[in-house]
Nanobody, 127 residues
Framework: QVQLVESGGGLVQAGGSLRLSCAAS????????MGWFRQAPGKEREFVAA????????YYADSVEGRFTISRDITENTMYLQMNSLKPEDTAVYLC????????????????????WGKGTLVTVSS
C-alpha cells in the first residue's frame, strides 16, 4: 500500500509563487510515474504535470508550461511542484497521482492506470 500526502497549498496573490510537496510512503517505485492533477469547483479533474521517478522525463499541460516545474527527491520519496506566475485560473485542489506501471502519457493524462491518489491541497489565487 502507498500513501501520498500533499502539502504546501494556500492563498496567494496573482503573480505569486507556491511550492507543493507530495510525500510518498509504503514502497519504492523505480519505474513509476508520479504527477499532479487539479480540480476546480464544478470542473473535471485535469492533468497538470508528471515525471518519471527515474528522473529522465517530465510532462506538462500547455496551460502551465513555462510557469510550473515538477521535480522529485528520491532520498526523501517526495515530489514537488514549483508554481510561479500564478493566475486566478490556477485556483483548484491539487492532487498527487501515482502510476506504478506507466502506460503512456495519453492514458495518464486521462487518469487511466493511476494506482494511488492523495487527498489534495487547496491552492487559491486571488486577483
Amino acid at each position: 500500500q502507498v500513501q501520498l500526502v500533499e502539502s504546501g497549498g494556500g492563498l496567494v496573490q496573482a503573480g505569486g509563487s507556491l511550492r507543493l510537496s507530495c510525500a510518498a510512503s509504503g514502497r519504492t517505485f523505480s519505474s513509476a510515474v508520479m504527477g499532479w492533477f487539479r480540480q476546480a469547483p464544478g470542473k473535471e479533474r485535469e492533468f497538470v504535470a508528471a515525471l518519471s521517478w527515474s528522473g529522465d522525463r517530465t510532462y506538462y499541460a500547455d496551460s502551465v508550461e513555462g510557469r510550473f516545474t515538477i521535480s522529485r527527491d528520491i532520498t526523501e520519496n517526495t515530489m514537488y511542484l514549483q508554481m510561479n506566475s500564478l493566475k486566478p485560473e490556477d485556483t483548484a485542489v491539487y492532487l498527487c497521482a501515482l502510476a506504478l506501471n506507466f502506460r503512456g502519457l495519453y492514458y495518464y493524462t486521462r487518469r487511466f492506470g493511476i494506482d494511488y491518489w492523495g487527498k489534495g491541497t487547496l491552492v487559491t489565487v486571488s486577483s
